[in-house]
C-alpha cells in the first residue's frame, strides 16, 4: 500500500469514528430531552401539589383562627 492509501485509511477510520460519536450523541441527547420532559412535566405537577396544599392550610388555618376567636367570645360572654 502506499503512503496516500494509507493516509486515507487513517482519515476514513477518523471519520467513522466521528460519526460514530456523532451517532452516540445524538442519541444521549434525544435521551436527555425526553427526561427534561419528563422531569417538566414532574415539576409542575409538585407546583400544582404545592399550590392546592398551601391554599388548603390557609383554609385550616381561616377556620382555626375562627373557631378560636368563637372560643375567646364565648369565654368571655361566660365572665
Known amino acids: 500500500m502506499s503512503h496516500e492509501q ?3 485509511d487513517v482519515l ?4 467513522n469514528q466521528l460519526i460514530t460519536a456523532y451517532d ?4 444521549e441527547n ?3 430531552g425526553e ?3 419528563e422531569s417538566k412535566a414532574i415539576v ?3 407546583e400544582e401539589k404545592l399550590t392546592r396544599l398551601n391554599q388548603e ?6 377556620k382555626v383562627e375562627n373557631l378560636l376567636g368563637r372560643l375567646d367570645r364565648l ?3 361566660n365572665r
Do not use: H, N, P
Not at 12 to 15: D, F, Q, R, Y
Not at 24 to 27: E, F, H, N, R, T
Not at 57 to 62: L, T, Y
Open 6 to 8: 494509507d493516509s486515507f
Open 12 to 15: 476514513e477510520g477518523k471519520i
Open 24 to 27: 452516540a450523541l445524538k442519541a
Open 30 to 32: 434525544t435521551v436527555l
Open 35 to 37: 427526561q427534561l420532559t
Open 44 to 46: 409542575k405537577s409538585l
Open 57 to 62: 392550610r390557609e383554609r385550616a388555618k381561616e
Open 75 to 77: 369565654i368571655l360572654s
